[in-house]
């Protein structure tokens, strides 16, 4: 069965850089059927999505963040890492790791993980 | 950017019910329509990917429809885990972009 688990600190300072992990068990993270991907959703609102990457390291971001965004991949680990840098108030928000099937849609999501920006 | 539009903001209805969720994108996105649904605490669920194919154990209860800009989520006959917040996504263009959300509340 596969699963997904968000890792990472809950509390970044403003205008520092905010780094999750996550780390995928039950399926490799080099499948060539799947993209990992990262999705936010601030308190009380909609999902918002920030970006994937492919097994080969292709990356793809949403241009609304892509000047802070860096998605990596750590095969030997079997994780896949988001970092975003300059962080406001603004992305106060439960971070979701998910795995998106080539020609379809999320179908395994983490539990996500709470991140608040705050002095 | 694709915006997807969902209506009504909050459904209320009864369980045994039926439930139709509507989302409206800004142009086409072809058959690259999905629906998840996400109860409180928990990770989106998928339950309907390229407009009408069911994911993997979905009841047969959630069907999809439609086409081009217009997209329906039905709920035959609403049981009382269903009552959720609905999230409409495309992957037609990019970015991916999901709509604001459907509240089925129990009523």
Redesign the interface.
């Known amino acids: 069965q596969l699963q997904l688990q968000e890792s990472g600190p809950g509390l970044v300072k403003p205008s520092e850089t905010l780094s999750l992990t996550c780390t995928v068990s039950g399926d490799s993270i080099s499948n060539s059927n799947y993209y990992w991907g990262w999705i936010r959703q601030p308190p009380g609102k909609g999902l918002e999505y920030i970006g994937s990457i492919f097994y080969a390291g292709s990356t793809y971001y949403n241009p609304s963040l892509e000047s802070r965004v860096t998605i990596s991949l750590d095969a030997s680990e079997n994780q896949f890492s988001l970092r975003l840098t300059s962080v406001t108030a603004a992305d106060t928000a439960v971070y979701y790791c998910a795995r998106r099937l080539l020609g379809s849609d999320f179908d395994y999501w983490g539990q996500g993980t709470l991140v608040i920006v705050s002095s | 950017?694709i915006v997807l539009t969902q209506s009504p903001p909050t459904l209320s209805l009864s369980p045994g019910e039926r439930a139709t969720l509507s989302c409206r994108a800004s142009q086409s996105v072809s058959s690259y329509l999905?629906w998840?649904q996400q109860k409180p605490g928990?990770?989106?669920?998928?339950l309907i990917?390229?407009v009408s194919d069911r994911?993997?154990g979905i009841p047969a209860r959630f069907s999809g429809s439609g086409s081009g800009t217009d997209f329906t989520l039905t709920i035959s006959s609403l049981e009382p885990e269903d009552f959720a917040v609905y999230?409409c996504?495309q992957?037609s263009n990019?970015?991916?972009?999901?709509?604001?959300?459907t509240r089925l509340e129990i009523k």
């Open positions: 950017e999905a998840y928990q990770a989106p669920r998928l990917y390229d994911a993997t999230y996504q992957r990019w970015p991916i972009t999901f709509g604001q959300g």
